[in-house]
């Protein structure tokens, strides 16, 4: 994840703090259990990116695309289902980022891809729900020059990281060679 995918994720979670029911509970990660006493709340959380490069004038960058989920998580109020007040805070959230698709100027542009999806689970002490939004940023990033003689030797640049039990296998991303 890069420095700007971070600053994204941060701007969105500005965005929405203090503007739906959730309130101040709009966190960028999930690092502890959701209890439904801290419900209602909102999680920003980076599922991919793509990245591809072009070249303009020479001058070699990156558009890169994060696919972001939104989750809306609620439990059942006391004058609402848990379902209907999830829902609430999504279409909330939508209209929130329509404001500004750039983010006060932090990406180049974002869009809601799909339609929002509604779960629950009732296998808790009380009903809890979630709908999540999901969201695509588009944003440049200038690619770093490197000299092409200490890359001279390559065929192909190859990087894998080990998710066994975390995520599907991805398969790994061949670059060809660049130079004269």
């Given at each position: 994840?890069?420095?700007e995918?971070?600053?994204?994720?941060?701007?969105?979670?500005e965005?929405l703090?203090?503007?739906?029911a959730?309130?101040g509970r709009v966190?960028?990660n999930?690092?502890?259990p959701?209890?439904?006493e801290d419900l209602p709340a909102?999680y920003v959380?980076?599922?991919?990116?793509r990245?591809?490069?072009?070249?303009v004038?020479?001058?070699?960058?990156?558009q890169?695309?994060?696919d972001?989920?939104i989750?809306?998580i609620?439990?059942?109020?006391?004058?609402?289902?848990a379902?209907?007040?999830a829902?609430?805070?999504?279409?909330?959230?939508?209209?929130?980022?329509e404001?500004?698709?750039?983010?006060?100027?932090?990406i180049?542009?974002?869009?809601?891809v799909?339609d929002?999806r509604v779960g629950?689970?009732?296998?808790?002490?009380?009903p809890?729900?979630a709908?999540?939004?999901?969201?695509?940023?588009v944003?440049?990033k200038?690619?770093?020059e490197c000299?092409p003689?200490?890359?001279?030797h390559f065929e192909?640049?190859s990087?894998?990281y080990?998710?066994t039990?975390?995520m599907?296998p991805?398969?790994?991303?061949?670059?060809?060679?660049?130079g004269?």
């Open positions: 994840m890069s420095l995918d971070i600053q994204a994720r941060k701007a969105i979670v965005r703090v203090d503007r739906t959730a309130k966190f960028s999930r690092t502890l959701i209890r439904v909102i959380q980076m599922r991919t990116v990245s591809q490069l072009y070249i004038s020479g001058r070699r960058q990156y890169r695309e994060p972001v989920e989750e809306c609620a439990a059942k109020g006391a004058d609402d289902f379902d209907n007040l829902d609430l805070m999504a279409e909330d959230v939508e209209a929130l980022l404001l500004d698709p750039t983010l006060g100027g932090c180049s542009d974002l869009s809601v799909g929002a629950i689970d009732e296998e808790g002490s009380q809890v729900a709908a999540i939004v999901p969201v695509r940023l944003y440049f200038d690619a770093i000299d003689a200490a890359l001279a192909s640049l990087v894998v080990e998710t039990g975390v599907p991805i398969a790994p991303t061949f670059l060809p060679p660049s004269p």
